[in-house]
Structure formats: C-alpha cells, structure tokens
C-alpha cells in the first residue's frame, strides 16, 4: 500500500479541534508540566514517550483520579516487563466509575437495548445502588480482596453491576458470554478458580431464546472452588436448587463501600482466542486500566459527560471491558444484547439512531457487510449525532473508509483503531484533532512509543515491519494466571526484542505518523523473502460481490517450496468459474502485485473464526502442514469446529 501523501478524507474544523478534550488537556499541560505549547497532537505525542512519568502524572491531575495513599513515584521500575507503576499508592477503580452519581443521578449511566431495538436506561442513582447492595451481599459471602468473581453473561446491566461490585469488593472479575459453550468456558474459569459465578438461565439472539441451564449445571459440578451461584432469570425460568436470587442481591439501599488496593491489584482477567492451546489468562491492574481508560476514552475518543458511547461487543471479549470503563468519563454507556444483524444487517445503525449514540463502535467487518448488504445509514436512519464510527477486530480497508464517508455523512471522524486483548486498549488509532487518511490508522495513542521494527531491530519508516511498543505501558498485564515464573508472559511478548514488546502484528509507521495495520505477523505471508500482510489480500479480493469471505495462508513445504492458496467463501449464487477465478487473480495483481497472487483458489464452505469472530490463520495454517485437528486448534476456541474438518481433509488429500 502507497504511503505517498494523499489527500485526507476528513479534517476536523477548526471549532472541533479547538473543543477537542485532547487539545485542552495540551494547552493545561503546557502550562502546568511543560509540554509543547505548539505543533499540535505530533509535538504532544512526542512529549508524553520522551517524558513518561510526567506525562502519566498529568493524566492522573487533568482526570482528578483520587488516590487513597498517595505513590511514591509514577515508575519506580520501567523494565519490561515487570514495570512497576505508582508504587505506594492505592484506590478503586469502581469509585471512580460511579463518581457521575454526585451530580446526575437521574441521568442515565446505561441503555440497555435487546432486539426489540427499544433503550431502557438505568439512571446513575440506580446503578450506584445495585452496585452498592451488591458489594455488600459479596462481603457477606466472604469476599475479600483478590478473590475471583466470574460471569457468564451477556451484555446486559447486570454484567455491569456484578464488574463494578466485584471491583469495589477488591475482588477480579472475569467474564464469558453466554454463547461459549461448557468447555470453553472451563478452560478459561477454571484456571482462575472463581468463589462467585453469576449466570443467566440463557440469552436472546437472532430471534430466538436459547437455553443454558444444562451448560450452567455443567460449570457448577466442573468448578469446585465455588461458594455461590447466582441466577439471573433473562428468560423467566425460576433459580435452580441452592444458587440465589440477583434480585435479592441487588435490593437493599446502601452506599457502596470502596476498598482501596495497591495500584497493580488485579482488576480483571481477560482471555486470549485460545486457538492453539488453553488460552492465556492476562491479568491486568487496577490503577493501570484506570489511567490507561481514562487517557484512551477521555482523551483519543473525546468522551464526556454528554456522550452516548456504543460500540458492538459481547462480555468474552476485551471490547466490553473497554464499553464498561465509559463511565469513568461520566458518558452514557449503551449496552447491546442481541445479534449484530437482527432482524437485518442495519440493525446497529438503528440502535445508532435510537439511543443518540454520538460514538458509534463497531467491527470492520459489519461495516463491510453493510456495503455488500446496500445499506444506507444516513437515507434510512437518523443519525445526526454520530460524529465518529470507530472500527477494530480487523483493519478496516480503504472501501470501509469510502463507504462511511459517502454513506453516513461526510462531516464524519472515522477512527480505525488497533490494540489487543493483552493490553485491553488501544495502540494507534483515534485522534479527534488529526485529519483521516483512507485505509490508515491515524496516529500512535499518547504515551505509546510505537514503532516497526525490522528482524534486527532497525525501526523503519514507510516499510513494513513488526509492531513494537518500546517504552511500559499501564495496562501492560501484570502477569499471567498460573505462570509462576513469568516464562509464558514472556515468551508471549518478549523473545524476539528483550525488553520490547512485540505485538504480532505487521504494521507501516508512515511519514506523516499514520499507522497502517497489514495483519498477523505469525501468519506472515513470506515469498521470496518479502513479507506480506493478508489484511491487504482480503481487502482487494472481497470488494468482488462473489466473495462473502476470504483465507489466505503461506505455507512452506517439505522440499523448500511455497505454496499460498487462498480460500474464498462464494455469496450465494455465485460459482467458481473461469471468469471469477480470472477476476480474482487480476484483482490482486493489479491492486497489490503479481507477488501478491495466490498459487491456488479454493472454494471453502466457510472460514473459521475465533469466538471473538477473528479469522484463525495459525491453526489452519497448521493443518495444512498436517498438524492433527487436536493439536492445530483447541476446539473450544472456534466458532464452527466442522469448517476446520474441511481444511483438515483437504490436507489429507494433497498429503
């Protein structure tokens, strides 16, 4: 892809940039710590990696984030990893998420929206309460301080509720939804080993109710550590012997008591897809999801008191934690429960319209259905108070851009952003105050030192290589669960860079300071020793409307060769001929390069994910070099196990 200097598709006016949060945080920091008055976000980005602990104390002041015990220092260790952030000091995430109550108690602090598409708002006051009366019942069932608290929910008010509690409790939350089934949920909960796990008795999803009683009653007898269970009746049925009532839980009117933790107490635990072995359990803080949240939301995504912020996502995957810590910024925080496409691929711009959502979040994928599905936004729904759409999950590809710009309104701030589970934020992305380029990221996040970085780590400008973050951030994991010696921690980030973190994926710094994201660097596509992203692949060759989805996979062979075929699944009616064959080969010649052209096509009857709806590479990449199905995938962490029987026969043939 050209980084040569086009012409941006979008430039905040003046009036934007001037009431941008992050432009009023420079002018404040300026004055009060010495950051550059002027040259705008580049000059403040370069201050806030060259002048780390400054910048960090200047977040927590321009956030009033409230210390219980003050910190001795901003970084009393910046080896990574194992930097140690604000040692001394202690405080609760969950008071600084309800701190809104004070003074808009009856506004709402959530809109809770299933498919019936209709809001319901829980005001401040009320989430407050619940939060309150249910970190009080959790003490009372002897609670403390580093227990674990998990759930099996969908993206519903309670899920908020039991985080919060949990979190106030000084307990970690983790989550699952309610779609993964019994393995796949245990091979993340019984890692971890939970006291408390509140579930519903099933979910809606496509129209349809779906029962999960059999699969809660299975994580009761495979999860020995448990004290309680608490039944959340979504579909009505009544609680099952010995577990108890959410609304008993949540009924009394009291004050949520908040314990104060060190700065690197454990907050929750995320999961990674699993795809290749029992997923990795990433830890994160307390004080560094706080600080790290606050700088992300507050800042990068301009939110505030009277935003309404959306963004697509489900309780197993990092996105809903990033939705929940909205609040930290006072904004209303939309909860959807329900499928992305019900009753039709426009149902979330229909949520869009009637919840006011002003950040409108979603994944790239679903804005790329909607261009295939000819959708219109802006003629069907109302939408005047979207002012930015904001993609993750997969590069959003330059069509994605042309399409929202044209689609949705043209006075639009389009944010694609990148991060990772493993640090449950954002590496580059949103930038309210800089001009949006097609195809590209629109800078580097504050305090993030990104860079590419060849094999020898040389970094590079306009060429691609791997995506390193060279300087600590706070929400880096504070370890992994069960890995005692940090060896696992690690290997994940660490190996190939000491002391940089080296992320996997394959990225282009531009010299203007945009980002662009070419996809996996573990399932590189590599001929002739020039390395390859398959996000560019999949953006050329799924603008064809024959192709509902694509696969690409380089894999070397026994004998020294590389063979690169490409997967494709056909809309339907549509069939692998000569001619689309043909369109396809010139497609990706003639957008990329003839390097770039696959040694085969092959229809696929669909292509795999992850639950969390990312195409699995790796595995598939495995299976063909004839890895076992057991040994290539861990089942529990894919969407359709049948479509890898697929790829697992075809190796079989060709073997």
């Known amino acids: 892809m050209s980084t040569a200097n086009p012409l941006p598709l979008w430039r905040p006016d003046p009036q934007r940039i001037a009431q941008a949060q992050i432009t009023k945080f420079q002018s404040w920091a300026a004055e009060h710590h010495g950051a550059p008055a002027l040259g705008g976000y580049p000059a403040l980005h370069r201050w806030s990696v060259d002048e780390l602990e400054t910048f960090w104390k200047a977040v927590t002041q321009w956030f009033d984030v409230r210390f219980t015990s003050p910190y001795a220092r901003v970084l009393g260790d910046r080896s990574m990893p194992g930097a140690e952030w604000f040692p001394g000091a202690t405080l609760n995430y969950a008071e600084h998420a309800l701190r809104a109550a004070a003074t808009r108690a009856n506004e709402p602090a959530l809109l809770h929206?299933?498919?019936?598409?209709?809001?319901r708002p829980v005001t401040w006051s009320e989430l407050r309460r619940q939060v309150g009366s249910l970190a009080a019942e959790l003490r009372a069932l002897g609670v403390?301080?580093?227990?674990?608290?998990?759930?099996?929910?969908?993206?519903?008010?309670?899920?908020?509720?039991?985080?919060?509690?949990?979190?106030?409790?000084?307990?970690?939350w983790t989550s699952c939804a309610p779609d993964f089934g019994a393995r796949s949920v245990l091979d993340r909960f019984q890692q971890v080993e939970p006291v408390v796990l509140f579930t519903v008795d099933g979910y809606r999803y496509g129209g349809k109710e779906h029962d999960r009683r059999d699969v809660v009653a299975e994580l009761r007898r495979e999860l020995p550590t448990l004290r309680a269970v608490v039944h959340i009746p979504l579909l009505g049925t009544e609680a099952p012997e010995g577990a108890l009532e959410w609304s008993y839980l949540t009924s009394a009117d009291v004050d949520p008591v908040f314990e104060p933790v060190p700065f690197d107490h454990p907050?929750?635990?995320?999961?990674?897809?699993?795809?290749t072995g029992l997923p990795k359990a990433i830890v994160q803080s307390q004080g560094g999801i706080l600080v790290e949240h606050l700088k992300q939301l507050g800042l990068h995504c301009d939110l505030g008191p009277g935003d309404r912020f959306f963004w697509y996502t489900s309780t197993g995957w990092m996105m809903w934690n990033f939705l929940v810590s909205g609040l930290l910024t006072g904004t209303t925080v939309i909860l959807y429960d329900g499928s992305p496409g019900y009753p039709d691929t426009g149902a979330q711009w229909r949520i869009a319209e009637r919840t006011g959502a002003t950040l409108f979040g979603t994944s790239a994928a679903y804005v790329m259905a909607c261009r295939k599905a000819g959708v219109h936004p802006s003629r069907d729904f109302d939408l005047p108070k979207v002012r930015c759409v904001a993609t993750t999950g997969s590069?959003?590809?330059?069509?994605?851009?042309?399409?929202?710009?044209?689609?949705?309104?043209?006075?639009?701030?389009?944010?694609?952003v990148s991060g990772g589970t493993d640090v449950c934020s954002c590496f580059a992305g949103a930038v309210p105050t800089l001009p949006v380029h097609i195809g590209e990221l629109q800078a580097p996040c504050l305090g993030t030192d990104l860079q590419s970085w060849d094999p020898n780590g040389a970094p590079l400008i306009d060429e691609v290589g791997e995506l390193v973050v060279t300087n600590p951030m706070p929400s880096m994991p504070i370890h992994f669960w069960n890995d005692p010696d940090g060896s696992r921690y690690h290997d994940s980030y660490f190996a190939m860079y000491p002391g940089v973190w080296r992320h996997g994926d394959w990225i282009t710094l531009t010299s203007r300071d945009s980002v662009i994201i070419h996809g996996r660097s573990d399932s590189t596509l590599n001929r002739q020793?020039?390395?390859?992203?398959?996000?560019?692949?999949?953006?050329?060759?799924?603008r064809?409307?024959?192709?509902?989805e694509s696969l690409v996979i380089g894999v070397e062979q026994p004998d020294g060769g590389y063979w690169m075929p490409l997967f494709v699944q056909l809309a339907p009616g549509a069939a692998l001929d000569d001619a689309l064959l043909?369109?396809?080969?010139?497609?990706?010649?003639?957008?990329?390069?003839?390097?770039?052209?696959?040694?085969?096509?092959?229809?696929?009857?669909?292509?795999?994910?992850?639950?969390?709806?990312?195409?699995i590479e790796v595995p598939v990449k495995r299976l063909l070099q004839g890895t076992p199905l057991d040994k290539?995938?861990?089942?529990?962490?894919?969407?359709?196990?049948?479509?890898?029987?697929?790829?697992e026969e075809l190796a079989r043939k060709r073997a």
């Open 529 to 542: 020793g020039v390395r390859m992203g398959s996000a560019d692949i999949y953006e050329a060759v799924e």
């Open 113 to 119: 929206v299933d498919e019936t598409h209709e809001p």
């Open 395 to 416: 590069p959003l590809p330059p069509d994605g851009f042309r399409w929202l710009h044209d689609e949705v309104r043209e006075d639009l701030w389009i944010a694609s």
């Open 582 to 615: 043909g369109r396809i080969k010139r497609t990706i010649r003639e957008q990329l390069s003839p390097r770039h052209v696959p040694d085969e096509v092959i229809e696929v009857p669909g292509i795999p994910h992850t639950l969390t709806g990312k195409r």
């Open 144 to 172: 403390r301080p580093g227990d674990r608290i998990s759930g099996y929910l969908p993206n519903i008010p309670q899920a908020v509720v039991a985080l919060l509690a949990t979190a106030a409790v000084g307990a970690v």
């Open 544 to 548: 064809l409307p024959e192709i509902k």
């Open 632 to 647: 290539a995938v861990n089942p529990g962490s894919v969407d359709d196990l049948d479509l890898l029987r697929f790829y």
């Open 267 to 275: 907050l929750w635990v995320l999961y990674s897809s699993g795809t």
